[in-house]
Each structure stands twice: as C-alpha cells, then as structure tokens.
C-alpha cells in the first residue's frame, strides 16, 4: 500500500480557485494510478479526476474544463488544481492510489488518505 496525506482544502467563494497536493510514500510512487475522489454530506464518494504513472488523466464530466490533475514523480506529490469552482464542489476531497491502470471505480483503489475539506460558497 501507500500512504497519502493530503493538504490545501479551506473554503472559497464561487469562481475561486484552489489546488490540493497529496504526498506520497511506500509503494513505488511512479508505478501507481492516482486518482481523486470527493465525498458530499449525505452522498456517496464520486469520482473527480485520475491520472497513470505517464500522465494520461480522466476526468468526471461534472469537473472537466474546470479542474486539472497532475503529478510529480519526483516529488511522489500528486496535484488537483480547482477552477471555477462552484457550490456544488464543496465536499471532503480524497487522494487514492491503487497499483497499475487509472480506474473510476472507487473499490479498486487499496491505499486512501484522510481527506480534506474543500468548501465553496455562493
């Protein structure tokens, strides 16, 4: 497994912009899929965005052309940066990681960090 810590959650007002950072360690880093996903009070954790140890992402229809994923290997560090954020952003974002290919699926995923708490208000 991998450990993952994340950071640079807070809250925002609608149009902002804020970028997550999610440390890693343990497991090869540059041999992992990394992903996140975000979980809304009262709602099931959903898939935002997910990128391969080459860099190829995908990306939630509801976030595409406003949020960008990215990684550095070097740093083991995978990134979330958030655009135009809107209220209905607001939710615990979670850093993942699983060995091999980017999924969507929240249950292929072996290694989660603690979440962090991103807030948007209108």
């Known amino acids: 497994q991998v450990q993952l810590v994340e950071s640079g959650g807070g809250s925002v007002q609608a149009g902002g912009s804020l970028r997550l950072s999610c440390a890693a360690s343990?497991?090869?880093?540059?041999?992992?899929?990394m992903a996140w996903f975000r979980q809304a009070p009262g709602k099931e954790r959903e898939f935002v965005a997910a990128i391969s140890w080459s860099g190829g992402a995908l990306y939630a229809d509801s976030v595409k052309g406003r949020f960008t994923i990215s990684r550095d290997n070097a740093k083991n560090t995978v990134y979330l940066q958030m655009n135009s954020l809107e209220p209905e952003d607001t939710a615990v974002y979670y850093c993942?990681?699983?060995?091999?290919?980017?999924?969507?699926?929240?249950?292929?995923?072996?290694?989660w960090g603690q979440g962090t708490q991103v807030t948007v208000s209108s």
């Open positions: 993942a990681a699983r060995p091999g290919r980017k999924t969507v699926v929240v249950g292929t995923y072996d290694s």
């Open positions: 343990g497991r090869t880093f540059s041999s992992s899929a």
